[in-house]
């Protein structure tokens, strides 16, 4: 697909929609790193999900410079800031992943074997991506990484866990992006695949953030209740 670009003056700006949706993602995601360290609790499920948002951000703050430089002659440069961003993804994909590892409380020897599994799959995806250059392979990082929170907490909302709900609708709008970048789906060069997938995750971190919220005022609540019981 061709890439949009708009001139100001000397300079030439590609991807514009891109890079203004990419803002929209890591504005929204520090909020939430802002909210979750003022406001919940600093167990290490909700640090977790703190340290997702965080390098979300980062991530996507990235982007933000890449899409702008891509097709221009700064081709170094955007392969570089290419690969950051991938990186920064791809840890934000294993802390969502470590969340849910906490959140499931496994026995122990199980538990430390997701962990082991979850950091191993981190170095592996982002070594792959490194040696062969390719953003397809992040993907397959980050929709098993999907499919794992998606289905561990659709069967946590199917037993009535409270916030669980918020986390499955997240999650399957994290799942549409991948299909529409994987299929391409754009309504034109100005709002493409990328631009329409970015839209989408916003709405997608809002649920998650809304899910842990209501996780974290369901704690509050039980151990209210717990104190005014004894």
Same mark, same amino acid.
């Given at each position: ?12 700006? +590609?991807?514009?929609?891109? =890079? ?11 909020? $939430?790193?802002? #909210?979750? #360290?003022? #406001?919940?609790?600093? =167990? +290490? ?13 980062? %991530? ?16 170094? &440069? ?10 920064? %993804? ?5 802390f969502a992943n470590e969340a849910t590892i906490r959140f499931m409380n496994?026995?122990?020897? &199980? ?18 991506? $490194?040696? #062969? ?8 990082h980050a929709a098993a990484g999907v499919l794992f929170i998606f289905l ?11 916030? =669980? ?7 399957? &709008? =994290?799942?549409?992006? @991948? ?6 789906? %754009? ?11 970015? @839209?989408?995750?916003? &709405? ?6 809304? +899910? ?7 704690? @509050? ?10």
């Amino acid at each position: 697909m061709e890439i949009a670009t708009i001139q100001i003056g000397n300079l030439i700006i +590609g991807e514009p929609m891109t =890079s203004l949706t990419d803002i929209g993602i890591a504005i929204t995601s520090f909020v $939430f790193v802002a #909210r979750i #360290r003022n #406001r919940l609790n600093e =167990s +290490g499920f909700y640090n977790a999900w703190r340290m997702f948002f965080l390098f979300m951000g980062i %991530s996507t703050s990235i982007g933000t410079v890449a899409h702008a430089l891509n097709g221009s002659r700064a081709v170094e &440069l955007f392969n570089i800031l290419w690969m950051c961003m991938i990186t920064a %993804s791809s840890i934000a994909v294993y802390f969502a992943n470590e969340a849910t590892i906490r959140f499931m409380n496994a026995e122990s020897t &199980l538990h430390r074997f997701m962990q082991t599994t979850n950091l191993l799959a981190l170095f592996v995806f982002i070594g792959l991506t $490194f040696l #062969r250059n390719d953003f397809e392979i992040f993907k397959y990082h980050a929709a098993a990484g999907v499919l794992f929170i998606f289905l561990t907490h659709l069967i946590a909302w199917i037993r009535s866990h409270w916030g =669980s709900g918020w986390l499955v609708a997240g999650m399957g &709008l =994290s799942i549409c992006t @991948v299909f529409i970048h994987t299929i391409e789906f %754009s309504f034109s060069t100005w709002f493409n695949y990328k631009d329409i997938s970015h @839209v989408i995750m916003v &709405l997608s971190l809002i649920f998650i953030y809304n +899910g842990i919220r209501a996780m974290n005022e369901s704690l @509050v609540l039980s151990n209210y209740k717990a104190r005014m019981g004894r």
